[in-house]
C-alpha cells in the first residue's frame, strides 16, 4: 500500500510529535510512505523513520516558496506573471487584509490555483494538518482514499466553515484529536458528521521513558524550583499570561525559575519583557530541544498557560513523569485534568495561574495527592495506532506482522 502523508513542516509542536510518533510505529512491510514537507529543516527531521521518502516543498509547490524577485525575473522571462502576481497578492493580504480569514486560507484563495497536481498516485492520502495540507491533497493529490486530521481548536484557530468545506467533503473520513475537536466540528459540518472520528494522538509511554534516560536537562546548577513550559513561542501558548504570571510570583517572594523549551516568532518580544521587568533568573529561554523528556523528569510543576488547543500533547507528556500540572482552562483540557484531582485547572489569566502555582507549592497535601492519583493512571494510548490501521482498511491489516 502507497501512503502520502502531508503536513506543513517538522517544526517543533505537537501536531509534528504526533506525526513522527505514528512513523516510528507503522509497520513497513505492509506499506510503503511518503512524507510531503512544505518547509524543510525542521528539527524533528531526524526522528523520521529511515523507510520514509521526504518529499520536499521545493518538489511540489516550488513558486509558492521562492522569493518574491526571483518570481518576478522568471516572469520576466516567460512574459507570465499570474505566480509573481498570486504572490504579490497573497503576501499584500496577509498584511492589510481586515476580513478574518486564516493565513492557509488567503494563501491557497490566491495561489492554489496554479500549483500543480502532483503525479504520483497513492493509495491511501492523509493530511495531518488543517489549512495548506488539506487543500494540498483535497485538490492536487490523486489517491484512492483521502484522510484529514484536524489537530487544533478549529474555531478558536479562526478557520472559515464555508471556505473549508468544499474540501472536506472530498475526503472519506475526517479525524478529530479530541472529543470537543470532533463535536466541534459535527457542529460546524453536520452534512459530514458521519464521516468524523475520533483518534486521539499516540502518546508512546515507553518511548518518552527510553528519551528521559538519555539527553540533555537542566544544566544551570540551579537546585531550587524549577518550573516547566513546552510549547512554540507564538500567540496562542499563552505567553503574555506565562511572562505577566512569573513577574506576579517574583513579586510575591517566591525562589524559582520558569523555563520554556520551545522557539518560535514571539521569542524578540518575549526577550524584551524579561528585561524590562528584571526576570533574566527567573523567565529562562531554552529554546526548542529534540528531547524534551528529560526536562519533564527534572522539573517540580509542569504550566500550561495555553489559550486554545487540539488535545494538549505536553499535558499529556507532564502525566507521564506524574507531575503536577497548573494549566488554563482551555477546552479540551478537561478530557485529560480533573481539577484537583490529577491536576490544577485555573482560569486564562496571570493571576489565576500564579495563585494556582502558589497552591501547589503551599498545599503539600494537595500536590501529594495529585501525584500518587497521576501514579495510579493508565499511561499511553498506544492503542491509537489500531484505530489507524482500522481507519487504513482490511488490505493495510492483512499485511500487519
Not at 163 to 186: N, R, W
Request: charged share 25%.
Amino acid at each position: 500500500m502507497k501512503i502520502a502523508f502531508i503536513i506543513d513542516s517538522l517544526t517543533c509542536g505537537g501536531a509534528e510529535k504526533s506525526l513522527v510518533t505514528l512513523l516510528s510505529l507503522m509497520d513497513y512491510s505492509a506499506c510503503d510512505i511518503d512524507l510531503f514537507l512544505f518547509q524543510r529543516g525542521g528539527m524533528f527531521e531526524e526522528l523520521v523513520p529511515a523507510q520514509v521518502t521526504i518529499r520536499s516543498g521545493t518538489e511540489f509547490a516550488p513558486f509558492a516558496l521562492a522569493p518574491l524577485s526571483t518570481l518576478f525575473f522568471e516572469s520576466v522571462g516567460s512574459l507570465d506573471f499570474r505566480k509573481f502576481f498570486a504572490r504579490l497578492k497573497n503576501s499584500a493580504w496577509q498584511r492589510i487584509s481586515f476580513k478574518k480569514v486564516h493565513g492557509a486560507q488567503k494563501f491557497w484563495q490566491c495561489m492554489g490555483h496554479l500549483i500543480d497536481k502532483y503525479p504520483v498516485h497513492y493509495d491511501v492520502a492523509i493530511a495531518y494538518s488543517q489549512g495548506f495540507p488539506t487543500y494540498y491533497v483535497a485538490e492536487k493529490i490523486t489517491s484512492d482514499r483521502k484522510f484529514a486530521l484536524i489537530n487544533t481548536d478549529y474555531v478558536a484557530a479562526g478557520y472559515d466553515r464555508n471556505h473549508d468545506f468544499p474540501f472536506y467533503k472530498k475526503f472519506e473520513k475526517i479525524v478529530a484529536v479530541g472529543e470537543y475537536g470532533k463535536k466541534t466540528l459535527q457542529r460546524l459540518y453536520p452534512e459530514l458528521k458521519d464521516n468524523i472520528e475520533l483518534i486521539y494522538e499516540i502518546v508512546e509511554p515507553e518511548l518518552i521513558q527510553r528519551m528521559a534516560a538519555i539527553g540533555e536537562s537542566f544544566r544551570d546548577g540551579y537546585n531550587g524550583l524549577r518550573l516547566l513550559t513546552i510549547g512554540r513561542l507564538f500567540p496562542p501558548k499563552g505567553y503574555d499570561i506565562a511572562l505577566e504570571a512569573c513577574r506576579k510570583l517574583k513579586d510575591k517572594g517566591l525562589k524559582f525559575r520558569w523555563y520554556v523549551l520551545g522557539e518560535g516568532p514571539l521569542r524578540a518580544e518575549m526577550e524584551e519583557f524579561i528585561r524590562q521587568n528584571g526576570l533574566t533568573d527567573e523567565f529562562v529561554l531554552l529554546g526548542a530541544k529534540i528531547n524534551p523528556f528529560p526536562y519533564l523528569k527534572d522539573c517540580n510543576i509542569y504550566v500550561q498557560t495555553s489559550k486554545f488547543e487540539g488535545y494538549g500533547r505536553t499535558v499529556a507528556e507532564a502525566r507521564m513523569f506524574n507531575k503536577p500540572i497548573v494549566s488554563t482552562n482551555f477546552d479540551v483540557v478537561h478530557e485529560q485534568i480533573e481539577n484537583g484531582k490529577n491536576g490544577f485547572i485555573v482560569e486564562m489569566n496571570s493571576e489565576a495561574v500564579c495563585n494556582g502555582i502558589l497552591t501547589l507549592i503551599e498545599n503539600e497535601t494537595l500536590a501529594k495527592s495529585i501525584v500518587e492519583r497521576l501514579k495510579t493512571e493508565k499511561k499511553g494510548n498506544s492503542e491509537e495506532l489500531e484505530k489507524w490501521h482500522n481507519l487504513l482498511g482490511a488490505e493495510f491489516r492483512k499485511n500487519v506482522k
